[in-house]
């Protein structure tokens, strides 16, 4: 469907009918229609940018592009560590109690080994601690054994220090992660990220620690991506089968 053939009628429409209460229901209902429709457009740019430079476009081209600078380009769209962890996890959808409990044992595991900053190895390590979910499902889907991925990602960390670290910075590979696990969730319209986004966000990119560990694994962005589809068509079946036994 075309760009302009979504009019604002469309949208009023769908707030109305999502929030048939009083007037300021629906004030409500707009303000987060908003947020969400502002998310969806940062992350459509976001898309293509990294298609364009995939395909070999320099920065000036593609901030020529976006009617901005070069240096404001890149500022935009190259992941960059964020001292500020509550900020870079709470940009966008908020985190299902799963994935935010996920994130936080990364957190956790980064400062008691001295880490700096919460890498994607540190992310995966703490998404292996949740036993339940669609990420763990997708992974045993695809026969992966957790105890494996562990091993692989704890090797793919820094070396321990000799301190515990006071609030470790989200680093730049863990950030692009949760940024790809935000666009996941809203691929499929998600309210929310939850593990199997998180999963998802940290093969993202092809480049990352955690993706090249599932490359030797014999796995790929591909892959887990069809294998948590599989989980999430299979799941309502099971809720039905459980209420009508």
Do not use: C
């Not at 870079?88 to 080994?113: D, N, Q």
């Not at 763990?136 to 695809?142: D, G």
């Not at 014999?218 to 999430?232: I, K």
Request: glycine letters at 8%; zero cysteines.
């Amino acid at each position: 469907m075309a760009a302009k053939n979504i009019d604002l009628d469309q949208i009023i429409d769908v707030v109305a009918e999502a929030n048939p209460g009083s007037a300021l229901d629906r004030v409500s209902g707009a303000r987060a229609m908003a947020a969400r429709l502002e998310t969806l457009s940062q992350h459509v740019i976001a898309q293509f940018v990294e298609e364009a430079r995939q395909g070999g476009a320099s920065w000036t081209q593609i901030g020529s592009a976006l009617g901005v600078t070069r240096q404001a380009a890149q500022q935009r769209f190259v992941a960059s560590e964020s001292a500020d962890f509550a900020a870079a996890t709470g940009r966008g959808l908020p985190y299902s109690a799963r994935a935010a409990t996920s994130i936080e044992a990364a957190r956790t595991l980064a400062s008691e080994h001295g880490h700096r900053s919460v890498d994607d190895a540190h992310v995966l390590l703490g998404l292996l601690e949740n036993r339940t979910g669609a990420a763990i499902s997708a992974l045993k889907t695809l026969g992966l054994r957790t105890a494996d991925l562990r091993k692989s990602a704890r090797a793919a960390l820094p070396g321990d220090t000799k301190r515990k670290t006071t609030n470790p910075a989200l680093g730049r590979s863990g950030v692009k992660a949760l940024e790809l696990a935000e666009r996941e969730a809203l691929r499929v319209g998600s309210a929310a990220v939850d593990t199997e986004h998180v999963l998802l966000g940290l093969l993202g990119d092809a480049d990352s620690a955690v993706a090249k560990l599932f490359a030797d694994a014999g796995q790929n962005y591909a892959a887990v991506r069809a294998a948590v589809a599989s989980e999430a068509a299979v799941k309502p079946a099971k809720k039905t089968a459980k209420r009508t036994r």
